[in-house]
């Protein structure tokens, strides 16, 4: 197969999945094209950047996914029904490609109709597994139900709904779906997530692969910590705790976990030359009024080269997830020699090893998430990327993936 395209909801040019894996293809001979709802990438030949009309559509998908999760649990986070979307099967792209990457689409980019287009073509689709939904009634974290497994229903999400609620609905026409073609293989980026697609009752007779994410090791690598500090005026004498906030209210996230961690390390390292270094969206005002140390705020970092930099600068990542495939702001920090400190959960034991190159703390134990961060700071770690970090052999997997599919084994 020598064309393959990436369909996702956003491009960035800080790196994304597909951008990534895409950048991949191009440099072992694989032509590949990016077809995206929203982006902040020029178009070109290589990207395909959807329209107004599309982007209107998308917006009225959301308002009737608000209207029919309006009495969701929040604090679960994501349930998405999709109803509209758009038909990309008469893109040129599309039309061309010999394979079909399918990446995170939601938000009213694509509906399972559409995506049912797309099988029709009769064209392999590899789907990109970045969390549960492709596995689930809608939810895109189970956050321990395992009903996904058999069917779902009584959906935790719906507390007050009837045994057959919107979970059933979706899970239905996913089954559906998935049943009719036999084009749809399933891809995995963590141990974690494969093992949940080898269980769920929607996937469990489907091809399901492990594949790790792939990232530009001449990108992201050590750098003199010094010059790093140096560059982002940063005293030398600062130790620097590095965390991204995109949102202080994201239930993913463990916001008010790093927070309580940081006032146990405050009460007890007061004394010390301490920074918190913080990227993303994050609301700045109720950030720094909650950490007790003093902060400093970099933005959203659309580059690489500026995360890269902004990694090698800092003494520990602090990524105090509740629930997430395989983040790769873990994958970015190891691979610039930076120890991380996170949760027991989900695909993270994929990457860190326990005192080695950081720090597995119990989960929802903010204690402990404090331990793991003084830990970082007191020894002298030296993190060797995780196994799950090999490039070449993440995009070899790909690579004969693609092999298997076109010779029909």
Known sequence: MKKVVQLQYRSTTSGDFGRRLHDEFMKVGISSSIVSLYSNVQPSAEQHNLGKKEILVSRL???VNDYLTRKADKSLGLFSYPIFGTNVTRLEQVKQADAIYLHWSHHGFLSLTNMEQLAKLGKPIIVILHDMWYLTGGCHYSFGCE??????????????????DLSTAGFEK??????????LYFVSPSTWLYQCAQQSGL??????FHIPNVLDRNIYKPFDKKTAKEILNIPQNEQVILFGATSVKNPYKGWEYVTSALKILYEQRQNENITVLIFGNGNNQEISETIPFQTRFMGRLNDEYTLALTYNAADVLVAPSLIDNLPYTIFES???G?????????GIPDMIQHRINGYLAKYKDAEDLAKGISYCLTHTLEPSPPAALNNNLSIQKHLD???AIKSGN
């Open 61 to 63: 998908d959301n308002k």
């Open 147 to 164: 009903k996904y497994q058999e069917k779902c229903q009584s959906c935790q999400f719906f507390p007050d709904s009837k045994k057959n």
């Open 174 to 183: 996913k089954m559906k779906f998935y049943a009719k073609y036999d084009n």
């Open 203 to 208: 996937t469990q007779n489907k091809p399901v």
């Open 334 to 336: 190891l691979a610039c």
């Open 338 to 346: 930076t120890p991380v400190v996170a949760f027991d959960t989900g």
């Open 401 to 403: 993936l693609l092999d």
